[in-house]
């Protein structure tokens, strides 16, 4: 096996986008509001925090994936934070149309390399 330091590990490309999001921690009753993306890609979500959260934390998520658009219920789990309370999280347990709509949405956008993508 090769050392990959440095190197990029994400395995699936990532597209820069503002879409709010409503998330709560599971086992919470409090959600968390206000809250922005910085990228999102067929696997993930990159999501700044009022606060850091514990690897492997557990969050339910609630987002529109743009203007119009029907919104994604996720789960996810953070796969890494900073101490700015900048997390990624990482799906698993997303509807299968919902996955393929990211998808295609992180897609369009490689290939055409759009703006970001800002939801008010």
Do not use: C
């Amino acid at each position: 096996m090769r050392a990959t330091s440095g190197a990029e590990k994400r395995q699936a490309p990532r597209m820069p986008v503002e879409w709010p999001v409503r998330a709560r921690v599971m086992g919470q009753n409090e959600g968390m509001t206000g809250l922005r993306s910085f990228n999102v890609s067929k696997g993930g979500l990159g999501l700044e925090l009022p606060e850091p959260l514990e690897r492997d934390t557990v969050l339910k998520l609630e987002f529109a994936p743009g203007e119009g658009e029907a919104e994604v219920h996720a789960y996810a789990f953070v796969a890494w934070s900073t101490a700015k309370g900048q997390v990624g999280l990482r799906f698993f347990g997303i509807g299968e149309d919902d996955e393929n709509r990211i998808a295609d949405i992180v897609e369009r956008f490689m290939l055409g390399r759009p703006r970001m993508v800002t939801v008010h």
